[in-house]
């Protein structure tokens, strides 16, 4: 019977067996963690990119009364969520009237759009301003109150007994040149106005009476005519 020793006599040493290398097998496991991490990572931004939706924005400024074209949209592809609703999907919106200011690149919401021109529709108004008598930020956009300081038999303008007073409330700015042009003998610069067609007479009046004054109208602030 083999009991270990050799031939000779001499005991044969022990077999050396292995240890189990642990290390390998966590290695192994963490490999495992970081594959299942990444494919939960691609399914997530797999459904987040198939949760943006395609909706339509502003090539460029849009002002009230304008039919819209189909070369005045472009498609962009975001992501909305809940808010999707509230904007304009599907087939361009070609045809439509715009009923507020848009400004360019901004998304378009379905209610700055309307089927058919309502029965107020609007017109562009020039109106020559003075230095000083308007915002220095003015942009196209905002809302302003048109008042009119009415000028004496002389040329001047009144003070004391003929106050300035209110002609149009929370006219919508559809353009400020930052150029100037002349007047008679005054400077002014040509500040567009969206102005209800109903109101035209009054602003225009107002423009050739005496001089123009633009109040903005803080974001938030209700309006009326």
């Known amino acids: 019977m083999d009991d270990g020793r050799r031939a000779d006599g001499v005991a044969s040493p022990a077999a050396l067996r292995l240890g189990s290398r642990r290390w390998l097998d966590t290695r192994a496991v963490l490999g ?11 399914a997530r931004l797999f459904a987040a990119a198939s949760r943006e939706t395609t909706v339509w924005a502003a090539a460029h400024d849009l002002a009230p009364g304008e039919r819209v074209a189909a070369g005045d949209l472009t498609p962009v592809r975001v992501r909305l969520n809940e808010a999707a609703a509230g904007y304009l999907t599907g087939a361009a919106p070609a045809g439509y009237v715009v ?23 609007s017109r562009l108004v020039t109106v020559p301003v ?3 008598h308007l915002p220095p930020d003015l942009a196209p956009g905002d809302r302003v109150d048109v008042y009119l300081s009415p000028r004496s038999a002389g040329g001047s303008s009144t003070s004391g007994p003929a106050p300035p007073s209110l002609v149009l409330a929370a006219a919508v700015v559809q ?41 903005a109208v803080p974001a938030g602030a209700g309006g009326g005519t």
């Open 32 to 42: 495992i963690v970081l594959l299942l991490g990444s494919m939960v990572g691609g």
């Open 99 to 121: 009923v507020r200011f848009v400004a360019a690149r901004e998304l378009l919401p379905a209610a700055a759009l309307a089927a058919s021109p309502r029965t107020d529709s």
């Open 130 to 132: 003075q230095a000083g």
């Open 175 to 215: 353009a400020r040149p930052s150029g100037g042009r002349t007047f008679g003998a005054d400077a002014a610069l040509s500040v567009v106005l969206v102005v209800p067609a109903d109101r035209v007479a009054d602003v225009v009046r107002a423009a050739e009476s005496g001089a123009v004054d633009l109040v």
